[in-house]
């Protein structure tokens, strides 16, 4: 009959240990997720910066364009006398 209990803890100590080893292999593959998600936004941070700079250079050249040109600058004049 001790065998048979020795056997049965052997079992139980073996499922707790797959059990452990699965559960840290899953938090491993989550902060490897993480890493692989921060690192993304990162990414999209850098490049909305630089797309936000473009717009404001293209922007003030537009705004240059438009108070050079004739054509908007009789547009303004009406607007203003509405």
Same mark, same amino acid.
């Not at 699965?22 to 797309?51: F, G, M, W, Y």
């Given at each position: 009959?001790?065998? #048979? @209990?020795? @056997?049965?803890?052997?079992? $139980?100590?073996?499922?707790?240990?797959?059990?452990?080893?699965?559960?840290?292999?899953?938090?491993?593959?989550?902060?490897?997720?993480?890493?692989?998600?921060?690192?993304?936004?990162? #990414?999209?941070?850098?490049?909305?910066?630089?797309?936000?700079?473009?717009?404001?250079?293209?922007?003030?050249?537009? $705004?240059?364009?438009?108070?050079?040109?004739?054509?908007?600058?009789?547009? @303004?004049?009406?607007?203003?006398?509405?």
């Amino acid at each position: 009959v001790c065998h #048979a @209990d020795s @056997d049965f803890g052997d079992l $139980e100590n073996q499922a707790e240990l797959e059990e452990k080893t699965r559960l840290i292999n899953q938090v491993l593959e989550l902060q490897h997720t993480l890493e692989d998600l921060s690192a993304r936004v990162d #990414a999209v941070k850098e490049e909305n910066l630089k797309l936000k700079s473009e717009n404001q250079v293209l922007g003030q050249y537009i $705004e240059n364009l438009m108070s050079a040109s004739s054509v908007f600058q009789t547009t @303004d004049t009406k607007s203003k006398r509405k």
